[in-house]
């Protein structure tokens, strides 16, 4: 079944016409207007409204039970799935995304609207913890028992570059629907017919599981308007972001602001370096150089594990990979870039470092008008330690190699260089002593730490970092994908000698609800 795109606002259960800026999508490949829907942008009053219901919606929801609210994120999953062609379609063409990748973007969503159902039906996000009464001991203790309920509703801003996995039913959607928190989705602007879509199917399962209608809302903006407001309403508690470090640094600052300050859960800048280690680099270099420029182009350089910065000591070996790297890089199609906005930002970070006077350009790939045109770039390690600019993220196709002289100037590029999300380690046995010497270092410096692989590609599983120490996110100790995720929507309480009839299910002497939980110290038969 087709669903007609209407351009409006999702406000609790209804669709309401805004009365903001009008702006149409943009088709990414031919840079030219989408002619229907015209969207409207929300005003402050479509934002109080959708920030209230979310409120007044909030202790039933988080109150559900288990299996009633898996059962909702169940149904979204299946809903998003049956938009078929049209949700690919329209994807496609708002953000010039091939479709393989975009249906493996959504299998992805689908698949982590369950996983948070599978999650929340274990019980095992409640953390549980019973301590009981020790009443005879000096000074006697009262009973305390604890658990993790919903930190209230949450404002997701959908993401650029991924229109689906990081957007209206991305992980931050599902991992606070998952904690019992109610959403207010902010529309990525370039993709707003996509995300009427799956706002409609979540709207849709809302009123299906007969859940107040303030469980989920979708509100459309051309500029920034809409999201500061939803950043400083009252009821908003939290924020999922994923974007660029100017706009989550702003969204901080405005959470900071408020008289009641909130967190931002805010990813933003990622160069992902790569380490290649002497004896990898020497047995396989021409092979580490090829799935190098593959790693760093895919998808246009437009993932947020792109490897940026390619660390390795001078000599024959690291010359041998720089030569390949630029042959694979100079073979690179020009690609179609998400939005005209991001080209330019694209090529005027290319732009500033080509002209560096400390940084060799070793290859540019294909060119055509109104693409991204790959870029292989070549530092040394003293210069980029000189300048921090030489370090920068530039979203799109694009990297710098770092000559580092020796192994401790390898050590301290790793001091100098900022959070990531990832950093890699290319290194085969006889590397063995260096890995275990730099791991520590490493550690202190990204969420996800990778052997012989290459960072694009993040596993949807329990086990699973993507965050990292500042800036690759606003709050190194979360992340945005993994069951860890519902922990950013959750907060402890502590039940102190309250009587068993008066506690949660979940508290209770008999564990009604078979949850796993800790007893004085340790884990509970179920």
């Known amino acids: 079944m087709t669903t007609t795109l209407t351009g409006e606002l999702l406000i609790g259960a209804r669709a309401i016409r805004g009365e903001g800026a009008a702006f149409q999508a943009i088709d990414a490949a031919s840079n030219a207007p989408i002619a229907q829907p015209v969207f409207h942008s929300a005003q402050q009053g479509d934002v109080d409204q959708a920030c209230e219901l979310a409120d007044a919606a909030f202790d039933t929801y988080r109150t559900l039970s288990a299996d009633k609210r898996a059962q909702f994120l169940d149904d979204c999953a ?14 496609m063409a708002e953000s010039g995304l091939p479709r393989a990748r975009l249906e493996g973007e959504r299998a992805r969503t689908a698949n982590q609207l369950r996983m948070f159902a599978t999650l929340v039906r274990s019980g095992d996000a409640l953390d549980v913890r019973i301590e009981p009464a020790l009443p005879e001991r000096q000074p006697p203790r009262t009973d305390l028992r604890f658990w993790r309920i919903g930190v209230g509703p949450v404002a997701v801003f959908g993401a650029s570059n991924f229109p689906l996995a990081f957007s209206v039913a991305g992980g931050d959607t599902a991992s606070a629907l998952a904690a019992g928190c ?12 996509t995300s009427e879509l799956v706002g409609r199917a979540i709207q849709q399962a809302v009123a299906a599981a007969g859940l107040p209608a303030g469980v989920f809302s979708l509100l459309f903006d051309a500029g920034h308007e809409v999201g500061s407001a939803l950043v400083q309403h009252p009821a908003i508690r939290a924020v999922g972001f994923t974007g660029s470090r100017t706009g989550g640094l702003a969204l901080v600052k405005l959470a900071a602001a408020r008289t009641e300050p909130i ?35 895919l998808g246009c350089g437009q993932f947020c594990t792109n490897p940026g910065l390619m660390l390795g000591l001078a000599g024959e070996d690291f010359d041998a990979f ?22 330019r930002a694209y090529e005027q970070g290319i732009g500033r470092l080509v002209e560096h006077p400390k ?6 790939g294909a060119a055509a008008p109104g693409r991204a045109q790959a870029a292989l770039l070549r530092v040394r390690a003293s210069d980029l330690l000189a300048d921090a600019a030489l370090g920068e993220e530039v979203f799109g196709p694009c990297s710098m190699l770092v000559e580092c002289a020796d192994e401790a100037e390898l050590r301290a590029v790793l001091r100098f260089i900022e959070g990531q999300l990832t950093i890699t380690l ?32 993040v596993e949807v599983c329990d086990a699973m970092v993507h965050g990292g120490p500042f800036p690759a996110t606003a709050d190194g100790r979360s ?10 929507f959750l907060r402890p309480v502590c039940y102190q000698n309250l009587a068993d009839g008066w506690l949660p299910d979940a508290l209770r002497d008999a564990n009604p609800l078979h949850v796993k939980r800790r007893f004085a110290g340790k884990p509970e038969a179920v």
């Open 322 to 343: 720089a030569a390949s790297a630029a042959r694979e890089f100079s073979a690179a199609p020009a690609g179609v870039m998400l939005t005209p906005g991001i080209l």
């Open 78 to 91: 299946a809903r998003i799935e049956a938009l078929g062609d049209q949700l690919i379609e329209r994807a």
């Open 263 to 297: 967190p931002v859960y805010a990813e933003m800048s990622s160069v992902n370096p790569n380490l290649l280690l002497p004896a990898a680099l020497a047995a396989r270099g021409e092979t580490l150089a090829r799935d190098f420029a593959a790693s760093a182009t």
């Open 182 to 193: 109610p959403v207010v989705v902010k529309s990525h602007p370039a993709h707003p017919g």
């Open 479 to 488: 992340t945005s994908v993994g069951t860890a995720a519902i922990e950013r």
């Open 426 to 457: 290319h290194a085969d046995a006889a590397d063995g002593n260096l890995v275990r010497a730099l791991l520590p270092l490493i550690e202190r410096k990204a969420g996800r730490l990778l052997a012989n692989g290459f960072p694009t590609g």
């Open 359 to 364: 940084v060799t350009t070793l290859a540019r």
